[in-house]
């Protein structure tokens, strides 16, 4: 069956394995089928709900695109664009803003965790960005959405509200109900020095994240330094519990390997982690030194990267452009 599919990556530098295996590495899956439409999307508007450099932003969103080429996404098949060159993103954001209850909001895990405890200081964007994500998949009439683990619930909210649109305004399947694609097979990638912590562009320590950047040099020098614990690696799941830092080593050479967590296990089960990080530091090296390779070969190419966004940014605002003239239609604009 062919799937609409709609998906984003921040423009915040720094884009790392999590962002690789949790969703883009699923990004490219679902733009090999010729049976899907997909649209991949520079999610700059998102960007700007914490301070960001105008230089570094330019830069960042080129590099973002150009990481996703850089992993397989082809531009003459999937529409590739930064989002705040198509309008309606942020007017649709509005006009469901305006009928999403707070409480929904206030219910949002990541805010809190990105808030942290001085609540009052963050962005208003920092508490309504969801509902912009809602707007970015609901104006494609996206059927799917690829997303890491930690998107699930913002997804779950983006259905919320195309629900309660349709209700509200008696326009039934009017904005379509989008599935989350998650992948089954860690869709969680946590941070190589703290195991309960999500691995992430903006954690102060480089040494946390493997960037889709980094030499073979840093790759390896990085899971040599990668946190682990006493015990040697264990043969059954159920004796990773309380175990983050091997679960997620683990992990990562499953998702890398495009293998079971088991079949991992049964593999390094009895090893000591020196085995386990030998072998993943040379299996992430073989797949993410050609990417890295390729984004530092398209960085230096801006012409390519900007024309691939502008020609993106037309096809685009072309599906969201009817679509938000629709909605206004049904509000009584
Ligand atoms: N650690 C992760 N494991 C699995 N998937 C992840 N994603 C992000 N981190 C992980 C997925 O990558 C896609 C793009 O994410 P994003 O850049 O839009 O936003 P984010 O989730 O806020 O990313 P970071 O790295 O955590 O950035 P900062 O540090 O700036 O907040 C999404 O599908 C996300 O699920």
Known sequence: MSKKIFSGVQPTGNLH???????????????????????FCVVDLHAITVKQDKDQLKNNIRETA????????????????????VYAHAEGSWMLSCMTPMGWLNR???????????????????????????????????????????????????RDIAQKFNKDFNCKDF??????????????????????????KSDPSDLSRINLTDSEDEIINKIKKAKTDSLP????EQKLKDRPEAENLLG???????????KTLKEFGGKNFS?????????????????????????????????????GANKAEQIAGKKIEEMKEIIGF
């Open 233 to 236: 690696i264990p043969n059954e």
């Open 17 to 39: 394995l999590g962002n690789y295996l949790g969703a883009i590495k699923n990004f490219v899956e679902l733009n090999n089928d010729k049976q899907n439409e997909c649209i």
């Open 275 to 311: 085995d386990l990080k030998n072998e993943l530091a040379e299996i992430l090296s073989s797949k993410i030194i050609p990417i890295s390779n390729e984004i530092k070969r398209l960085i230096n190419d801006e012409k390519y990267l900007d024309k691939i966004l502008l020609d």
């Open 108 to 158: 949002m895990t990541q805010f809190k965790e990105k808030a942290g405890k001085d609540k009052e200081k963050a962005s208003v964007g920092l508490y309504i960005y969801p509902i912009l994500m809602a707007s970015d998949i609901l104006l494609y009439d996206a059927t799917h959405v690829p997303v890491g683990e930690d998107q699930k619930q913002h997804l779950e909210l983006t």
């Open 252 to 262: 990562i050479y499953s998702s890398i390997s495009n293998q079971s967590l088991d």
């Open 66 to 85: 150009a990481t996703f080429i850089a992993s397989g996404i082809d531009p003459n098949k999937s529409i590739i664009f930064n989002q705040s060159k």
């Open 175 to 200: 904005l379509k109900v989008p599935e989350p694609l998650i992948k089954k097979n860690f869709s969680r990638i946590m941070s190589l020095k703290n195991g309960l912590k999500k691995m992430s």
